[in-house]
């Protein structure tokens, strides 16, 4: 298939791992390279066509023009198809008819690897089969003898074991690109997973916190005055809820510190800390009740889920519900825990039901193998279930 420079492997830059080829992670210098190499290895032949210039004018001609051709290589890079077929022409009159080492196949040599590596490989088989076929018959033309076609047969094959050097070159970088790609995708994801870890924190710390004390506010307004003790009750539970708010808070971004730095993370949350989240419902008027009959520990992942799951239902509870009880109970059924959290509320509104705080429930309990599910009760309301894997906190 004819190269196309667009369809190139090559892009600028260092490396592949950030998606830029390989042609920017070598010096400048590496451009002269071969040219530099292939002057030097033709200068002794040109210096020799030129002395006996008088007796071989033809020689010195194909000499100077194959010695012309190394410069050519400085463009390979952009034009690897154009620049190999341009060095075979101007280089085979050379290689038919001059004797002794075959330095004029050096720029060559040097384009043929070039192009397969730089995906030009249609242009470099094409080439080296035209090397094959015009050289050998050039060579009986121009030489007049049979053993002339030696010398251009043994430098085509030597140039078809050539492309299959390319070929590993090239097949080697490819696998280079594609190991650093994924290395890049997986860094990525990770990158992803964590900002959507951080992100459900948050939302579930700010969304429950910014909730109560929003409720709280309002229950300390309307009785600012009739029942300033009740008032007071409300600002203390907004000062508890805030400090809370705050230490989980500085939990979560305790992920995004570097190691290196000694600032401790706050504990996560755990089931200990339900009740005194159900006393603050409590005090805005929520009757809640909270059963715990597990009989083992769960381990701190699934503690912690569960505490999130508790704790984003009752502030969707507090939000949408306008329930007036809500039903907790922690047990173990086989192999699951289970969290079951059921109110008499008129239940989530529809544009809540795909919400961010729903979509985290049900995350947390997948992450951790296990499900999470909302069905609306006979009577009105809505009940929240979750199961997970029984995880006991000896064996995490």
Known sequence: MPW?????????????????????????????FPVVLSVLLQFPGVLIA????????????????????????????????????AIAVLCTPAIAITMGPPLAAVPLAF??????????????????????????????????RPEAVIRPLAIALVLTLLVGVGEAIRGRRERYREVSRQIAARRES??????????????????????QIS????????????????????????????SQALEEVRGVLGFLRAEGYPAARAPEPDLARIPV??????????????????????SAASQLALYRIVQESLTNIGRHAQARTVAIRLAEEGAEFVLTIA???????????DGKGMIGMRERAELLGGRFETRETAGGGLTVEARIPLRKAEDA
Do not use: C, M
């Open 4 to 32: 196309n420079p667009s369809a190139d492997t090559r892009t600028s830059g260092p490396g592949w791992a950030d998606g830029r080829g390989w042609q920017g992670r070598r010096p400048r210098g590496t451009i002269w």
């Open 50 to 85: 030129a002395h006996t210039a008088a007796a071989d004018p033809l020689t010195l001609a194909a000499v100077l023009v194959a010695f012309a051709a190394s410069f050519l290589l400085l463009l390979a890079r952009a034009y690897p198809g154009p620049v190999l077929v």
């Open 111 to 144: 384009a043929v690897v070039g192009a397969v590596v730089r995906s030009a490989r249609a242009w470099a088989w094409w080439t080296v089969a035209g090397v094959a076929v015009v050289g050998p018959l050039g060579a009986y033309l121009l030489v007049g």
């Open 190 to 211: 990770a990158a992803e997973a964590e900002r959507l870890r951080i992100a459900r924190e948050l939302h579930d710390v700010l969304a429950h916190s910014l909730s």
């Open 215 to 242: 409720v709280q506010a309002g229950v300390g307004l309307h009785l600012f005055d009739s029942r300033p003790d009740k008032a007071r009750e409300s600002l203390e539970a907004i000062k508890s809820v805030s």
């Open 277 to 298: 989240l159900v006393e603050t419902y409590r005090r805005a008027g929520l009757d809640v009740t909270y059963d715990d009959a597990l009989t083992s520990a769960p």
């Open 343 to 353: 109110d008499d509320g008129r239940g989530l509104p529809q544009s809540e039901t």
